[in-house]
């Protein structure tokens, strides 16, 4: 099954080294999705909001870019844009609500897909390994304080750049998941959804978990309650980690039939599918436990800021 790893640095300091940290944990757990990689990583907060929009599949990349930068510079929104990969990568005035601007851009090119929206948050992913995301977009170069990532072995939809993880919570600025299992519930969770008129842009189980997130969350819940609600609400074997701008989060069944395995030490807290990753990128001086099932844990960064700085 897939690999998901999470990693925050409990200092809260912009690590240099965050994209090489989820990278070797990524790579050590590669023989558990050849299917695809990705990673959510969390930077330096922008006062503009960051998108990686994925362009058409079916249509020459340059003119979807050009056709994409032409709609948004009508409006002077766009202040800097690289194309890399599969990807436009826009930063774009914050004065326009996060919902608004992805409706707007899809009613544009409505063949593309916003991949990750946030004042820090940037996910890349795509087909192949760990290395050949590597290779595509340098992820090792990449600074921030956490992340979280996730390779693929796909059992039931489609593989492409869409079905890959992490995914990101339409409409949620700074939120992504990785998940690992099934959800069973699933068609009954997205029909139920779509009734509201939510849109989930793939067949993957895994993307309702960002839209349950989102839903709950609109009611008032906190992230760490909507989180404790999913125990109760989703059906089926999985562990699943969460990230904000804030935050790094795990949730287990309750069955516990899908490993984790997590490290947390002075410095930092690193979760994992499997204990190889945690050693290979952090090495043998600490202490590594399962946690049991049933079970969600939230670390923030702020918090912990507050006690050191305590």
């Known amino acids: 099954m897939c690999g998901i790893i999470g990693f925050l640095d409990k200092r809260g300091q912009q690590q240099r080294t965050l994209g090489a940290t989820l990278l070797r944990m990524l790579e050590s757990l590669s023989c558990r999705g050849p299917d695809s990689a990705g990673v959510a990583l969390f930077g330096l907060?922008?006062?503009g909001w960051i998108l990686?929009?994925?362009?058409?599949?079916?249509?020459?990349?340059e003119s979807s870019a050009h056709t994409l930068l032409a709609a948004l510079k009508e409006e002077g929104m766009v202040l800097r844009h690289e194309v890399v990969g599969a990807y436009v990568r826009l930063e774009i005035a914050?004065?326009?609500e996060a919902s608004a601007l992805e409706r707007d851009l899809l009613a544009r090119v409505p063949s593309s897909e916003i991949v990750s929206l946030g004042h820090q948050l940037e996910i890349v992913k795509q087909v192949g390994s760990p290395a050949q995301l590597e290779q595509t977009y340098g992820i090792s170069r990449r600074a921030g304080s956490h992340g979280i990532g996730h390779t693929r072995l796909s059992t039931e939809s489609r593989v492409d750049l869409s079905h890959s993880q992490p995914f990101w919570a339409h409409g949620v600025p700074d939120l992504a998941t990785v998940h690992n299992g099934h959800i069973t519930n699933y068609h009954k969770l997205r029909r139920r959804y779509e009734q509201r008129g939510c849109r989930l842009f793939t067949e993957n189980d895994s993307e309702v978990i960002g839209v349950y997130l989102r839903d709950r969350m609109s009611t008032g819940l906190s992230l760490a309650d909507a989180l404790r609600s999913s125990l109760d609400?989703?059906?089926?074997?999985?562990?699943?980690?969460?990230?904000?701008a804030d935050s790094l989060a795990y949730v287990r069944d309750r069955y516990g039939f899908k490993p984790l395995m997590l490290a947390e030490t002075d410095e930092f807290v690193a979760i994992a599918t499997e204990e190889l990753a945690l050693r290979q990128a952090f090495g043998s001086d600490f202490v590594v436990r399962e946690p049991a099932p049933g079970t969600m844990a939230v670390w923030s960064v702020a918090s912990m800021e507050k006690a050191l700085a305590g």
């Open 52 to 61: 990686q929009v994925k362009l058409p599949e079916n249509a020459d990349a």
């Open 45 to 47: 907060r922008q006062a």
């Open 94 to 96: 914050g004065s326009v």
């Open 233 to 244: 609400d989703f059906d089926g074997s999985f562990s699943y980690l969460a990230a904000n």
